[in-house]
């Protein structure tokens, strides 16, 4: 399209899209919810929602349970691996599996009790409400594998009151940021502790944190550029696209919105060395100059070597930092909090290599959870933006194989006042059916998370003296493998550089002295 209609690919299509997306993202029902009779309740249980939805959508059931919301399980189509939350390691609790009643808290559905079994393909356990209640009082609870509470209950040392379904059920409407936040903004077991990009100062964000979702700019919804095609997400950090050949997404594309070229192109810039940049350099990398921007802090570093101190009388030690964070908890460890962060800058061609429970790791160097594919002479890889997340994990010395924490779930080996380590990791590796040597190591870890979010107004983008620069301070002052202007040097370029700039002075001067002369001699003549 570029190169037969420029004006159209670079100017009207993306200004078209700016407005037609989030008009179409906020697009009004052409039903009215609360006035259907079955949606009038009473309820006793979630699932009796879903039910009475599916009266009319009677697809969208099936429709989740093929989606990665309901299984959690994905095929990697670079590596062949398979993948998911029951599977993959993370640097943060490790795994579902021996915890499920927290960790499945956030599945699309009800009652996943054994993250070792696909949760059962019931329609009526498929979560409705988590995702299209506008009504902001539904909400699932931390301890019940999925559900909502359906009768008062003590928590924290307050009574908690039911959500009222038929409410909920009678405000549905296409998913906010809310929504789609309630579990993704919390990953890693609170607001901002795992992406660092997403978090609550996203829901209502203004327009220096993000541009796309701040009222007063594209106010877009998360589903905006996430499309669901019968309910099945776009873009994964499973399966990143680096580097979107398509472009423009047009109507008769794939309606895959999940990259930033789907709406701005490639060539998105007014100046033409700017566009030189884009084949190399991923839009996220200039355009969210620091994650973690909206106030909220993001977890940098978790060491599970530390867990299990306890005080003179035998209590178990928490501290909290001067900014109120846990920075230490006897179950846990260590914890440390980052605000405006910087990313770390890797070349990524979406391709990356997971670790899963039961690999085979090395522990005679840092263990790389998920290893990023792509160096400078691949033209599929771009330079793109990370959080790094660092961890100190538990793993079987003799094995060689990281092993299960056990952290949520009341029972004689987990914590609960009486702390012992080594049960709860055996108490984890029991569960899970997984082989355990009876020994327990720790080794330093890292992670790394795509930063996609919280993209800054264009006057705060990166400049070009923040990359083009020497010394440690340059944005990519450690990205091997390309040579970059300003950063670099060559000496055999830099000589003969220096000696083409001395030798142009040379030239001006003696130009300047020849003029003098001859000026001189023509006055006198």
Same mark, same amino acid.
């Given at each position: 399209m570029r190169r037969f209609f420029p004006l159209v690919g670079r100017w009207l299509l993306p200004l078209a899209l700016a407005i037609w997306l989030p008009g179409l993202a906020q697009a009004s029902s052409t039903a009215d919810h609360s006035k259907f009779e $079955?949606? !009038?309740g009473p309820f006793t249980s979630a699932p009796e929602v879903t039910k009475a939805c599916l009266a009319c959508h009677t697809e969208a059931s099936h429709q989740v349970m093929k989606s990665i919301h309901w299984t959690w399980d994905f095929t990697n189509p670079d590596t062949g691996k398979r993948l998911g939350k029951p599977r993959t390691m993370n640097s943060? #609790?490790?795994?579902?599996? $021996?915890?499920?009643p927290r960790c499945t808290s956030c599945h699309a559905g009800y009652g996943w009790t054994d993250a070792r079994q696909q949760p059962e393909p019931v329609q009526e356990n498929v979560d409705c409400? +988590?995702? %299209?209640?506008? $009504?902001?009082g539904y !909400? !699932? +609870? &931390?301890?019940? &594998?999925?559900?909502?509470?359906?009768?008062?209950?003590?928590m924290g040392g307050k009574s908690v009151m039911p959500p009222d379904l038929a409410k909920a059920a009678q405000s549905v409407a296409d998913p906010g940021r809310d929504n789609c936040g309630a579990c993704h903004f919390n990953g890693g077991g609170g607001d901002g502790v795992k992406h660092g990009d997403l978090d609550t100062s996203l829901v209502k964000p203004s327009r220096k944190l993000d541009v796309h979702m701040a009222a007063d700019g594209a106010n877009m919804t998360c589903a905006t550029c996430h499309t669901f095609n019968d309910h099945i997400p776009s873009g994964s950090r499973y399966d990143t696209t680096a580097k979107d050949p398509h472009g423009l997404d047009l109507p008769k594309d794939d309606h895959n919105r999940a990259t930033c070229?789907? #709406? %701005?192109g490639d060539t998105p810039h007014q100046q033409a060395k700017l566009n030189d940049h884009t084949d190399r350099v991923a839009c996220q990398t200039c355009h969210i100059p620091e994650f973690a921007r909206g106030g909220v802090a993001t977890k940098t570093l978790w060491d599970w070597s530390t867990a299990g101190r306890k005080d003179a009388d035998g209590k178990a030690v928490f501290i909290k930092d001067d900014h109120g964070h846990l920075s230490y908890s006897a179950e846990k460890g260590d914890f440390q909090y980052g605000e405006n962060v910087r990313p770390a800058y890797y070349w990524y061609n979406g391709v990356t290599e997971q670790v899963n429970i039961g690999d085979k790791i090395d522990d005679s160097t840092i263990l790389r959870l998920n290893t990023l594919h792509g160096d400078a002479k691949d033209p599929k890889a771009r330079i793109w933006p990370f959080k790094e997340m660092r961890g100190k994990q538990p793993y079987d010395p003799e094995l060689k194989t990281l092993v299960v924490n056990h952290v949520f779930g009341q029972d004689d080996s987990a914590f609960w006042g009486n702390y012992d380590y080594a049960k709860s990791i055996k108490f984890g590796m029991d569960y899970a059916g997984l082989p355990w040597s009876g020994k327990v190591g720790f080794i330093e870890t890292r992670m790394t998370w795509p930063i996609t979010h919280m993209v800054a107004p264009k006057e705060d983008a990166l400049k070009c003296g923040q990359c083009h620069t020497r010394g440690?301070?340059?944005?990519?002052?450690? /990205?091997?493998?390309?040579?970059?202007?300003?950063?670099? $040097?060559?000496?055999?370029?830099?000589?003969?550089?220096? /000696?083409? /700039?001395?030798?142009?002075?040379?030239?001006?001067?003696? %130009?300047?002295?020849a003029r003098i002369v001859m000026n001189r001699k023509t006055r006198h003549d």
């Open positions: $079955s949606l !009038k943060f #609790c490790g795994s579902p599996l $021996s915890n499920e409400l +988590v995702c %299209h209640d506008r $009504s902001g !909400k !699932k +609870v &931390a301890t019940d &594998a999925g559900h909502p509470l359906y009768e008062p209950r003590m070229e789907s #709406c %701005h440690e301070d340059g944005r990519l002052a450690q /990205l091997p493998g390309f040579y970059m202007p300003g950063r670099d $040097s060559i000496r055999w370029l830099d000589i003969l550089g220096y /000696l083409a /700039l001395g030798g142009a002075l040379a030239g001006v001067l003696l %130009h300047g002295l």
